[in-house]
């Protein structure tokens, strides 16, 4: 929603970057519950700017048992670059844990840095399921 | 590996020796591309020079690729380095594969190969070898008078609708603890062979059909290897120049500039997707090429989009 418009600016000549209006988003539950994983989790990030595919073992346990179920080890090929016709498999260097979220769309490219999975180790599993419970409380008690 | 595919692996007089590689080297590249970059052409040639440093010709493999695999695997485990540079290539392949599931029709006639490459490139110029292979197959087919050859982004060699060279590239790190980052190259050039399986023959074409005659393939190797060295040598070369501020990282590299004198896509109608023929995305008009390769799609609506991977298919009256 808009929050703050500067009219005073209207038909005026105005450098790059100068603000013109400001624009609130409320987070959803989701989002929230999304921000928080985000700094519990750990984030497997992009080596490059390209496409990313899970490696096809990764694919298949994924579609046999869903991703919460899949363990992942540092040194596994976990997924697959595509940039520029060159494939390069990419292993997972982080903590053992399993795959909590997914952060890319097959086909959509992924800028370097961006997180491409949220990894969790299996013993703390509970506890975050103890927090998304909290927050999803918190939420509807407020509505 | 069974006794039978031993005994189709066993190497065979090479097509090109590395002796015949640096001979044409020195008495055809060297002179051809010193006309152009000047001075500059010997040092990307002594950069380039890693490339064939050692050749392997098979009668048939099952694929070139998998086989470099299996052999750097074997060097690794042997404590032995291996050899950038090296390049494998067979009569036959077997069981050659294009991208995703599609196969590929490797029969004899062709130049079927892999060129092994252990990485030394930073990723801004690693990212253009599979651009360096399509514009070594497009300067190669140049040689023979084809000049209706074109690329079709990333790196396909088309003779109009139909393709005549098809290039593949895989990166892996080694299995054994080396850390050792590796580039394999696959290349396919429909040189002597003319019959394709009904289901490609409207799609393919081989150099032989286009100019009417048998091409020489020994000579047709030794000339697009040393296309091969050349254009790998830009890559480092232009590194080099960019590391000490010799030319400048945010304009066009050279060999993206040679792809735009080579494409046959640019201002055309396009269907894109990562794998096209199984999942097209969208249609859209290839726009032109970035700095750093991607390529630029107008959407109907005018905006453009830059994707970095990927492949398209022409849509319109030439098809391809």
Same mark, same amino acid.
């Given at each position: 929603?808009?929050?703050?418009?500067?009219?005073?600016?209207? @038909?005026?000549?105005?450098?790059? @970057?100068?603000?013109?209006?400001?624009?609130?988003?409320?987070?959803?539950?989701? /989002?929230?519950?999304?921000?928080?994983?985000?700094?519990?989790?750990?984030?497997?990030?992009?080596?490059?700017?390209?496409?990313?595919?899970?490696?096809?073992?990764?694919?298949?346990?994924?579609?046999?048992?869903?991703?919460?179920?899949?363990?992942?080890?540092?040194?596994?090929?976990?997924?697959?670059?595509?940039?520029?016709?060159?494939?390069?498999?990419?292993?997972?260097? @982080?903590?053992?844990?399993?795959?909590?979220?997914?952060?890319?769309?097959?086909?959509?490219?992924?800028?370097? @840095?961006?997180?491409?999975?949220?990894?969790?180790?299996?013993?703390?599993?509970?506890?975050?399921?103890?927090?998304?419970?909290?927050?999803?409380? /918190?939420?509807?008690?407020?509505? | #590996?069974?006794?039978?595919?031993?005994?189709?692996?066993?190497?065979?007089?090479?097509?090109?020796?590395?002796?015949?590689?640096?001979?044409?080297?020195?008495?055809?590249?060297?002179?051809?591309?010193?006309?152009?970059?000047?001075?500059?052409? =010997?040092?990307? #040639?002594?950069?380039?020079?890693?490339?064939?440093?050692?050749?392997?010709?098979?009668?048939?493999?099952?694929?070139? #690729?998998?086989?470099?695999?299996?052999?750097?695997?074997?060097?690794?485990?042997?404590?032995?380095?291996?050899?950038?540079?090296?390049?494998?290539?067979?009569?036959?392949?077997?069981?050659?594969?294009?991208?995703?599931?599609?196969?590929?029709?490797?029969?004899?006639?062709?130049?079927?190969?892999?060129?092994?490459?252990?990485?030394?490139?930073?990723?801004?110029?690693?990212?253009?070898?599979?651009?360096?292979?399509?514009?070594?197959?497009?300067?190669?087919?140049?040689?023979?008078? *084809?000049?209706?050859?074109?690329?079709?982004?990333?790196?396909? *060699? #088309?003779?109009?609708?139909?393709?005549?060279?098809?290039?593949?590239?895989?990166?892996?790190?080694?299995?054994?603890?080396?850390?050792?980052?590796?580039?394999?190259?696959?290349?396919?050039?429909?040189?002597?062979?003319?019959?394709?399986?009904?289901?490609?023959?409207?799609?393919?074409?081989?150099?032989?059909?286009? *100019?009417?005659?048998?091409?020489?393939?020994?000579?047709?190797?030794?000339?697009?290897?040393?296309?091969?060295?050349?254009?790998?040598?830009?890559?480092?070369?232009?590194?080099?120049?960019?590391?000490?501020?010799?030319?400048?990282?945010?304009?066009?590299?050279?060999?993206?500039?040679?792809?735009?004198?080579?494409?046959?896509?640019?201002?055309?109608?396009?269907?894109?997707? =990562?794998?096209?023929?199984?999942?097209?995305?969208?249609?859209?008009?290839?726009?032109?090429?970035?700095?750093?390769?991607?390529?630029?799609?107008?959407?109907?609506?005018?905006?453009?989009?830059?994707?970095?991977?990927?492949?398209?298919?022409?849509?319109?009256?030439?098809?391809?």
């Amino acid at each position: 929603m808009v929050s703050e418009l500067f009219g005073d600016l209207e @038909g005026r000549f105005v450098e790059a @970057g100068q603000p013109l209006v400001v624009i609130r988003h409320p987070l959803k539950k989701k /989002e929230i519950i999304e921000n928080i994983l985000r700094q519990i989790l750990y984030l497997f990030q992009a080596p490059e700017k390209a496409k990313y595919f899970f490696a096809l073992d990764i694919q298949s346990r994924i579609d046999k048992k869903g991703a919460r179920s899949v363990i992942i080890r540092p040194g596994d090929e976990v997924l697959t670059m595509s940039l520029m016709k060159r494939d390069t498999p990419v292993f997972y260097d @982080g903590r053992e844990g399993v795959i909590h979220s997914i952060y890319f769309e097959p086909r959509v490219s992924v800028d370097k @840095g961006e997180p491409l999975i949220g990894v969790c180790p299996e013993e703390k599993l509970p506890l975050i399921q103890k927090v998304i419970t909290r927050v999803k409380a /918190e939420w509807d008690a407020r509505q | #590996m069974p006794a039978s595919e031993k005994q189709q692996v066993a190497p065979s007089p090479s097509l090109c020796t590395p002796a015949e590689l640096h001979a044409y080297l020195r008495n055809y590249e060297r002179p051809y591309r010193a006309a152009y970059y000047g001075d500059a052409a =010997h040092q990307i #040639m002594r950069y380039g020079a890693i490339v064939g440093s050692r050749i392997s010709h098979y009668r048939s493999l099952p694929r070139a #690729m998998d086989y470099a695999r299996q052999l750097i695997d074997t060097w690794e485990k042997g404590k032995i380095s291996p050899i950038s540079g090296t390049i494998i290539t067979a009569d036959q392949l077997t069981g050659a594969r294009g991208r995703f599931t599609r196969s590929w029709h490797a029969p004899p006639g062709g130049l079927w190969g892999v060129l092994v490459l252990v990485n030394t490139l930073l990723p801004a110029s690693r990212r253009l070898l599979p651009i360096a292979m399509g514009i070594t197959g497009w300067e190669t087919v140049q040689l023979y008078g *084809v000049q209706r050859a074109t690329i079709r982004w990333v790196n396909d *060699v #088309m003779i109009g609708a139909r393709k005549l060279a098809g290039f593949l590239a895989y990166s892996f790190v080694g299995a054994n603890g080396s850390g050792e980052e590796y580039d394999l190259l696959g290349f396919g050039v429909n040189v002597n062979n003319r019959e394709f399986p009904h289901h490609l023959q409207d799609h393919a074409t081989s150099l032989g059909e286009e *100019v009417g005659d048998a091409i020489e393939l020994s000579e047709f190797a030794c000339r697009f290897f040393a296309k091969l060295s050349f254009n790998i040598g830009l890559l480092y070369s232009h590194e080099h120049d960019v590391q000490h501020e010799r030319a400048d990282a945010d304009t066009s590299h050279p060999l993206i500039s040679r792809l735009r004198e080579a494409s046959g896509f640019i201002g055309r109608r396009v269907r894109y997707g =990562h794998d096209v023929e199984k999942a097209p995305r969208y249609e859209a008009v290839a726009a032109g090429i970035d700095h750093d390769g991607g390529l630029r799609l107008r959407l109907d609506e005018g905006i453009e989009l830059v994707e970095q991977s990927g492949e398209i298919r022409y849509l319109d009256e030439n098809g391809g």
